[in-house]
């Protein structure tokens, strides 16, 4: 299977570290969202406040998502996440969390951009799985 340029591109910058922090870099769909406390992403927890969350490429196969800081100057985290479906679209964003239990921030399970069946899910460290599983009662894919 060949990728396009793009994608090859985009993993490139991700495994580098992502240390460019050009909102230019980010040409996708993009959403701002406003956390009054904080929310666990994958690898970190993000203190409240205004985050833009941006698709790398929206055409390309491998799912990234960047997220900056509200006046986009900063990039905070890029993540690959993979697609996660819905039967019914809603005319707005919708983003999903995990509950983690107490005194644990809510983890941000999905983003769904406006009109869209597919959206991203965030992938967390496998050796949480169990740890969250039991947290959330539910059971940890082998």
Known sequence: MSLPRSCWLALL???A??????PAMAT???????FDKPVEIPGRVLPRGTYVFQLLDPGCERNIVQIFNKDQSKLVATLV???DYRLVTKGKTVI???NRGPHTPEAIKAWFY???NYGQEFLYSISKAPRLAGQTNK????
Do not use: D, N
Request: aromatic residues 6%; hydrophobic residues 40%; charged residues 15%.
């Open 114 to 116: 406006p009109g869209r």
């Open 81 to 83: 996440t993979v697609p």
């Open 139 to 142: 059971r940890a894919a082998q």
């Open 28 to 34: 996708g769909e993009k959403t701002i969202f406003s």
């Open 96 to 98: 999903t969390f995990e």
């Open 13 to 15: 910058v991700l495994l």
């Open 17 to 22: 570290g992502a240390t460019l922090s050009s």
